[in-house]
């Protein structure tokens, strides 16, 4: 996508194996992540990105560090998933984790589009504030108009 602004673009990760619908399981559990750009009002879908650690004991440390590292690896700032399993604790050190109460993917991004002035301050800061602030969008009661464009 071409940023023909001077808004910044973030990288985020959907628990979204397909590209268009968001799993139910923990964030974690997604066999595949559908990756974005966006900045708060276009956003693009970039790619898929195959989870390697899907099959690896739940809850357990070394799952978390693996699928961040990879995510990390992505430029990935903020992760996106209808619920979050016990690894939140390691996530929210490293990415801003979002719930969204959507089930598909263009209305999560909506969800994510609905609290961006806020989550895009987290996830452009420092470190030091992160580990302590997560976001459940909700499902916004108004429509929040976005571009979407990808796959």
Known sequence: MNNTNDKPLIRMAFACPDG???????????????????????????????????????????????????LKSENIQIVVARNYGPNIEHIITRLVPVKTHSNDLKSAIRDVAAVWNELSVVALSEFSIRGRISFDAGKSSETIEVEITGD
Request: include cysteine; charge should be neutral; proline fraction near 2%.
């Open 20 to 70: 268009k619908s968001m799993i139910n399981s923990h964030f974690g559990d997604s066999t595949a992540f559908t990756i974005c750009e966006g900045d708060g009002h276009r956003f693009s879908i970039i790619k898929m990105i195959p989870n390697g650690n899907k099959f690896a004991l739940h809850g357990e440390k070394e799952k978390a560090i693996n699928i961040i590292d990879a």
